[in-house]
């Protein structure tokens, strides 16, 4: 099993960037398709970006140019570097894996909190 901490999370203006960390214990993450997830209240959960075990990435149609996903599998860390940051990436965002990121994610982080204001 592998077990998931995120952190990087914090308050930013538009245009801001941030950048999300999950650091993975337990098992390492080059088995894992990696992903994020984000979820803003009274919505539902959504993809927002995976990077597959070769290191193909994903990005979800609403943060294609803004967001990119990265693995260091040396440090068992995923990246989710944010940039051009909009009020509605408002949201808590959560890492997650799973063996293929076709399937649905069996591994979770508790998640983190991004707070974009205008």
């Known amino acids: 099993q592998v077990q998931l901490v995120e952190s990087g999370g914090g308050s930013v203006q538009s245009g801001g960037s941030l950048r999300l960390s999950c650091a993975a214990s337990g098992s390492t993450i080059s088995s894992y398709c990696m992903g994020w997830f984000r979820q803003a209240p009274g919505k539902e959960r959504e993809g927002v970006a995976a990077i597959d075990r070769d290191g193909d990435n994903r990005n979800a149609e609403s943060v294609k140019g803004r967001f990119t996903i990265s693995r260091d599998n040396a440090q068992n860390t995923v990246y989710l570097q944010m940039d051009s940051l909009k009020p509605e990436d408002t949201a808590i965002y959560y890492c997650?894996?799973?063996?293929?990121?076709?399937?649905?994610?069996?591994?979770w982080g508790q998640g983190t909190q991004v707070t974009v204001s205008s």
């Open positions: 997650a894996a799973d063996v293929y990121c076709d399937h649905d994610f069996g591994y």
